[in-house]
């Protein structure tokens, strides 16, 4: 079930966001869907993989935040530890819906912003205002409008990126073994990356398609993007 509704200046004119990081704000898990458009800010600091959606059994992307259900290691006592907040989170209590509106006496369906108002995010006393005294958008709506449809765009993108994969068998499944605090090593499947050598054997006019789309620097910056797996394990020791 969901509680979101239709964005509106009149109805939502004193509703403002919180938006500090933190647990309370559903921000303790251990991965965080993403896009392709993101793979040059995420490749800094998170491990990046594909994953299969439980519900459709399609690929998808994701940045891995923990290794266990609940525990992201980028969040410690409310700080975040990281340059960069997937767009996911960033966009939380939003997201885009379908919205209806006159044009011309005709009625035309439309995108629009809604808001979730059972999120802990939400309220109308503290944090930042959506609309401004005259009931205009403030600059953190048009902001969380931005980040929506590069969402929703972004997504488009990821999608064709993990179907020209696929096709060229560049999706490999792969085990992550991780020695944890106690002293003993845990395995962890249904991880995926890019298959490595089949890439590197790739005919030459293949890979010079896959370029000009972008698609090879995607595949190194997720292929280097493991390296932060060595980061997390780290975390994880220092708050035994």
């Not at 309220?123 to 403030?138: D, H, Q, V, W, Y």
């Not at 064709?160 to 944890?180: P, R, S, V, Y």
Request: glycine share 6%; with cysteine.
């Amino acid at each position: 079930m969901t509680n979101s509704v239709l964005l509106d200046k009149n109805t939502h004119k004193h509703t403002r966001i919180k938006t500090e990081r933190g647990t309370q704000y559903g921000e303790a898990v251990n991965y965080i869907p993403v896009v392709a458009d993101e793979l040059a800010q995420l490749a800094l600091d998170y491990p990046v993989y594909f994953m299969k959606n439980n519900q459709t059994g399609q690929f998808e992307l994701y940045a891995l935040t923990g290794f266990d259900e609940g525990q992201n290691l980028f969040l410690q006592n409310d700080i975040w530890h990281a340059t960069y907040v997937p767009l996911h989170l960033q966009r939380q209590p939003f997201k885009l819906g379908i919205g209806n509106k006159l044009t011309n006496k005709t009625e035309q369906t439309d995108l629009a912003v809604t808001i979730n108002e059972q999120h802990p995010r939400v309220n109308n006393s503290e944090g930042t205002r959506l609309f401004n005294e005259t009931g205009e958008p403030t600059t953190y709506l048009n902001n969380v409008s931005e980040q929506l449809i590069k969402l929703m765009h972004g997504g488009e993108r990821t999608t064709a990126f993990i179907n020209t994969l696929l096709k060229h068998d560049l999706i490999e499944a792969m085990q992550l073994n991780i020695t944890k605090p106690n002293g003993k090593t845990q395995g962890y499947n249904g991880l995926y990356s890019i298959a490595a050598e089949t890439l590197q054997q790739l005919p030459t006019e293949t890979l010079n398609v896959l370029h000009s789309m972008g698609y090879i620097q995607a595949c190194h910056l997720i292929l280097c993007s493991s390296g932060h797996i060595q980061k997390l394990v780290k975390w994880l020791h220092d708050l035994k």
